[in-house]
């Protein structure tokens, strides 16, 4: 209440921000890219950008995206995340995903297609994904598995390995996953979940793979009832044969 900005007083700021006026300023230089300065106007807070020449750092092939032009709602690929195959170099950059097509893909764009860009938004969990719940001693105590991932997955950083020559990711996930406590296995429930994922891609292979969901909250009193008992709770992938 009452804000001064620019000389103009008695403002009242509310929360969010109007997405048509958010404005991202791009800088090819800084990334060693042709040295362009351009703006993205539209993109959600989650959303990594691509324009002209330009594609955010972030955004590497092996990992999974949902791909919108910044003047749309309308997501491509019919809304679906697709796995990123290339991004090929020179000034338009063909980006090329996934495709069931083999000898006909046309599942690709060029950076510069889009007059006003684009956004990437990262997805690593999926409906169907099963896991093994863990306490902080790595005894099993449960199992989940992913029933809606439905809300965007917000990548917060990522960093090579070096000794591995490998990329890791952490990214935070908003899910519903049916979960079943091995102290509990007659009370299975949906619940909801909140976690941060660790997701990892080695050089030598073509897709990232999601490794563990730590920092874990569950939107449930038998949560609280277990955090009582054990400090933290991790999630682990099922290997399917």
């Known amino acids: ?46 959303e990594l950008p691509a324009i002209g020449t330009y594609v955010d750092p972030r955004i590497l092939p092996g990992f999974f995206y949902r791909v919108r032009p910044a003047h749309s709602r309308k997501p491509l690929f019919r809304g679906e995340a ?19 097509r083999l000898n006909s893909n046309n599942n690709f764009f060029w950076s510069d297609s889009f007059y006003d860009g684009l ?19 790595g005894a099993i105590i449960g199992r989940a598995a992913i029933s809606e991932a439905d809300v965007p997955q917000v990548e917060e950083d990522y960093y090579l390995i ?34 941060l994922a660790i997701v990892e891609k080695a050089k030598s292979e073509s897709q990232a793979r999601l490794s563990s969901i730590v920092n874990i909250g569950i939107a449930s009193e038998l949560y609280v009832v277990f955090i009582n008992e054990r400090t933290s709770l991790t999630f682990r992938p099922v290997s399917k044969p």
């Open 82 to 100: 697709l796995l990123l195959k290339s991004i090929g170099p020179g000034y338009g950059k063909r980006i090329t995903f996934h495709s069931d």
């Open 162 to 195: 070096s000794e591995e020559n490998t990329v890791s990711k952490r990214v935070r996930v908003d899910i519903v996953c049916n979960i079943a406590f091995h102290d509990h296995e007659d009370d299975a429930r949906t619940l909801r979940v909140n976690g």
């Open 119 to 137: 956004g990437f938004s990262i997805q690593v969990a999926f409906v169907g994904m099963e896991f093994v719940i863990e306490d902080q001693n």
């Open 1 to 46: 209440m009452s804000v001064t900005i620019a000389n103009h007083r008695g403002l009242t700021l509310i929360p969010g921000i109007n997405d048509k006026i958010r404005r991202i300023h791009i800088n090819g230089a800084l990334v060693g890219d042709v040295p362009v300065r351009l703006t993205i106007n539209g993109l959600e807070a989650y």
